[in-house]
């Protein structure tokens, strides 16, 4: 039962570069999430699908794009890399049904842009 | 908007119990509080509905005030695995959380 799988677990861009983190659930769940994680800052939320063929923008969506590819596969792409995208990202699902269940986060991708 | 925690840190020795505040500026339907070990994905504990509702999970437990749009988590008899930040996650209607910025809880022997 692999939960919530998240790829690369470690990456380091140079300023300008593109790359896509990607995002797996096995739990046949229909919400799926990414946030990054900041020193002090907590969890802010980047986009999120509320189910298969939906996506929509959370906190901080600038920089970012995301394509719900099916219901197991949610990614996130930075077009461009900046420095200020420095930070650890984590990718969750949820089952549905209002106020019944939490998220399971993946283990993270830590992305580092010089 | 995230929702605001309280402390922001705190230190304790086994046995010894904590108060963790989680308050925001709207109404809530419902919060969720996570905890995070160093190095580890934030791993859900609990959820409470308004209706002013009391949840446990071993010696953890949390209460929901909807009118104050608040809640608190109860750390009884801390135990040396209660040490990790501890996250709580409000949305007006239960559907895309924001996170407050956590609170570092380490317990000492």
């Known amino acids: 039962n692999a939960g919530v799988t998240q790829t690369p677990k470690f990456q380091v861009l140079k300023t300008g570069q593109s790359m896509t983190l990607q995002c797996a659930q096995d739990m046949n769940h229909n919400s799926m999430y990414w946030y990054r994680q900041d020193p002090g800052m907590g969890l802010r939320l980047i986009y999120y699908?509320?189910?298969?063929?939906?996506?929509d923008k959370g906190e901080v969506p600038n920089g970012y794009n995301v394509s719900r590819l099916n219901k197991r596969e949610f990614s996130l792409r930075l077009e461009s890399a900046a420095p200020s995208q420095t930070s650890v990202y984590f990718c969750?699902?949820?089952?549905?049904?209002?106020?019944?269940?939490?998220?399971?986060f993946g283990s993270g991708t830590r992305l580092t842009v010089v | 908007q995230q929702p605001v925690q309280s402390p922001q840190a705190v230190i304790l020795r086994e046995g010894e119990d904590a108060v963790i505040n989680c308050s925001s500026s709207?109404?809530?339907?419902?919060v969720h509080w996570y905890r995070q070990k160093h190095g580890e994905a934030p791993v859900f504990l609990m959820i409470l509905l308004k209706g002013g509702e009391q949840k446990g999970h071993d010696k953890i437990s949390a209460s929901f005030n909807e009118k104050k749009q608040q809640s608190s988590l109860y750390l009884t008899a801390s135990q040396l695995s209660y040490s990790g930040t501890y996250f709580c996650g409000t949305d007006p209607n239960d559907y895309k959380l924001s996170f407050g910025a956590g609170t570092t809880v380490t317990v000492r022997a």
């Open positions: 699908s509320a189910s298969e063929g939906t996506t």
């Open positions: 969750a699902s949820r089952a549905p049904g209002q106020g019944k269940h939490g998220y399971t």
């Open positions: 709207k109404a809530l339907y419902s």
